[in-house]
């Protein structure tokens, strides 16, 4: 059974940094691409980073471009968020997912949360 957990969640002051981990036990992780989502409080879930499993091209989010990096280290199985100069509105449940053709594991979140 594929298990895919995330780590890293805190509470952390507007203009802080914070970097998110996010382990999968898949075992062809390093043929999975990697993704991160969010879902802010009364929001929908939404896309936040996604990276492919050589490490191309990661993909942004507009609202975190340039502030946020996905990353990848397919020895350990873990991808990592860093969030830069943070704001309030990055307040959120972040999800990570591991998708590859039809299939798609999810995490259950790790909050975040950005005090003004």
């Known amino acids: 059974q594929v298990q895919v957990v995330e780590s890293g969640g805190k509470l952390v002051q507007a203009g802080g940094s914070l970097r998110l981990s996010c382990s999968a036990s898949v075992r062809t992780f390093s043929s999975h691409t990697m993704a991160w989502f969010r879902r802010a409080p009364g929001k929908e879930r939404e896309f936040v980073a996604a990276?492919?499993?050589?490490?191309?091209?990661?993909a942004y989010a507009d609202s975190v471009k340039g502030r946020f990096t996905m990353s990848r280290d397919n020895a350990k199985n873990t991808v990592y968020l860093q969030m830069n100069n943070l704001k309030p509105e990055d307040t959120a449940v972040y999800y990570c997912?591991?998708?590859?053709?039809?299939?798609?594991?999810w995490g259950q979140g790790t909050q975040v949360t950005v005090s003004s």
């Open positions: 990276i492919p499993w050589n490490s191309g091209n990661t």
């Open positions: 997912n591991a998708w590859r053709g039809l299939d798609s594991y």
